[in-house]
């Protein structure tokens, strides 16, 4: 028996949607038949790759993917984003919290700025999209939210970002309970080492380490993510709320 997921007539926003796993999200959602809104920063080149990627989903299929831009550590901006694709889309049915930084350094080493930077960009701003986000998300929506298997286990040097995806997955639990009375639901996934840009600035000695301590014995792939992002938020998932799924190939650090 094939299972076909439709999603068609319905709109998901991907926040860092310009690429890595974000863009992956897109294509997937697109794919099922979801319009996308892609989100970015316009930092460096996301504005040109979510343009790109916007200009090759609308020629599969016109109109069907927006560009969004907004700092999502910004509650003006995402405010703002929000009451625009509500205007442009009439609202959301499925939210993907998936924007997020790295600055490493050990406690003693890092800066305040960097552990502001990231718990503003990382925690903050999927606060702030689901507090905007509900507000133009129909009943019966979904929200999937990026955390870590750092929240678990505590990746040496990562302590903003341990600790902000930590309480992403926490948030998580919460607005499920909070927004289970519109029929919403709100799950986290926790990746593990996967395969994006992000990750390649990661120093190959430490790189390598981690591989020893995956039983698969490999990166996931950004495609990898997506499907369970896709899953969560399909009627497959009906029952599935206030929950992190781990995508790690088996790896607990």
């Not at 316009?42 to 790109?52: K, N």
Request: net charge neutral; hydrophobic share 50%.
């Amino acid at each position: 028996m094939s299972i076909l997921l439709d999603l068609s007539g319905q709109v998901a926003l991907i926040t860092g949607a310009s690429q890595g796993i974000g863009a992956e999200m897109a294509r997937r959602f697109h794919t099922a038949g979801a319009s996308v809104i892609l989100n970015h920063p316009e930092l460096g080149t996301a504005r040109e790759d979510a343009e790109q990627l916007a200009v090759t989903l609308n020629a599969l299929r016109p109109n069907s993917a927006d560009l969004a831009v907004a700092d999502v550590s910004n509650a003006t901006a995402v405010q703002r984003m929000m009451q625009d694709v509500q205007a442009r889309r009439g609202g959301i049915d499925f939210l993907i919290n998936n924007a997020g930084i790295l600055r490493d350094r050990t406690v003693a080493k890092m800066s305040v700025e960097d552990w502001q930077a990231v718990v503003d960009v990382n925690l903050t701003g999927v606060f702030l999209c689901c507090k905007f986000g509900l507000e133009i998300m129909r009943d019966g929506g979904a929200i999937v939210s990026l955390g870590s298997i750092a929240a678990f286990h505590g990746s040496f040097g990562q302590a903003n970002y341990a600790a902000a995806k930590a309480g992403v997955q926490a948030l998580m639990r919460v607005v499920s309970r909070e927004a289970a009375r519109r029929g919403i639901r709100a799950n986290a996934i926790a990746p593990g080492v996967v395969d994006t840009a992000m990750v390649a600035t990661i120093p190959d000695a430490v790189r390598a380490e981690m591989l020893k301590s995956i039983p698969l014995g490999r990166l996931g792939m950004p495609s990898e993510v997506a499907n369970v992002a896709l899953f969560l938020c399909s009627p497959l998932a009906s029952y599935v709320t206030g929950q992190t799924v781990e995508v790690n190939g088996g790896g607990r650090g």
